[in-house]
């Protein structure tokens, strides 16, 4: 199971980081579209259409990453002083209630989305038009990511509430620890403790 958790992590953070991407492709359009408007004196009408879709793609993609991290906006005031199981029953509680059916309806109703926009090869309107309908696919392919990466993240906590602790997740950008950087430069709390006095002393007045 602990196999299958993982592996759907490492699918959710690699479709996260190839998106990711997007965000080079999105600079340079832009930077190219100011150049090409006010030096070349020749801007496309179908850009700005183009970078409103990228955008969202990206920031509809991020979702299955966003959660496989656990990333997502928590009021954790309170939330932090649970233990394991309470925070596990908790957050199982809040999945059945509003994330399942919200995913889902997103899921369905953007597969309809894409449906019909298909069926009429739906264009942006401006001077220059741009095909929609692959823009309004990945409305159902995200649904679909991030209700997979939910379903794992329910998994989790049924597996916490039945043995007490969070099963271990996919890691990718990590804060910086503390702890590992004095190790890497072979730092003792003894040495900064005596620099700090050293620091003191010599800021003292005279």
């Given at each position: 199971?602990?196999?299958?958790?993982?592996?759907?992590?490492?699918?959710?953070?690699?479709?996260?980081?190839?998106?990711a991407w997007s965000i080079v492709v999105l600079t340079v359009a832009i930077s190219w579209e100011v150049f090409s408007r006010y030096v070349l004196g020749?801007?496309?009408g179908w850009m700005l259409d183009a970078q409103i879709m990228m955008?969202?793609?990206?920031?509809?993609?991020?979702?299955?990453?966003?959660?496989?991290?656990?990333?997502?906006?928590?009021g954790d005031v309170l939330y932090g002083f649970f233990r394991p199981r309470t925070q596990a029953s908790l957050d199982l509680a809040l999945?059945?209630?509003?994330?399942?059916?919200?995913?889902?309806?997103?899921?369905?109703?953007?597969?309809?989305?894409?449906?019909?926009?298909?069926?009429?090869?739906?264009?942006t309107f401006n001077a220059d038009p741009i095909p929609l309908y692959p823009f309004k696919f990945f409305i159902p392919f995200a649904?679909?990511?991030?209700?997979?990466?939910?379903?794992?993240e329910i998994a989790r906590c049924v597996i916490c509430i039945r043995q007490g602790y969070w099963p271990s997740r996919g890691e990718d950008v990590e804060e910086v620890d503390v702890g590992k950087l004095k190790a890497m430069v072979n730092v003792r709390?003894?040495?900064?403790?005596?620099?700090?006095?050293y620091v003191v002393k010599e800021g003292a007045p005279r």
């Open positions: 199971m602990q196999k299958l958790l993982l592996a759907v992590d490492r699918l959710s953070t690699w479709i996260g980081q190839l998106f020749k801007p496309h955008y969202g793609i990206l920031f509809m993609m991020a979702g299955g990453y966003t959660l496989s991290k656990n990333g997502h906006v928590r999945y059945i209630l509003f994330f399942l059916p919200g995913v889902v309806a997103l899921t369905w109703a953007g597969w309809n989305y894409f449906t019909d926009s298909l069926a009429i090869r739906e264009q649904g679909l990511i991030l209700l997979m990466q939910g379903l794992v709390d003894e040495d900064i403790q005596a620099l700090d006095k």
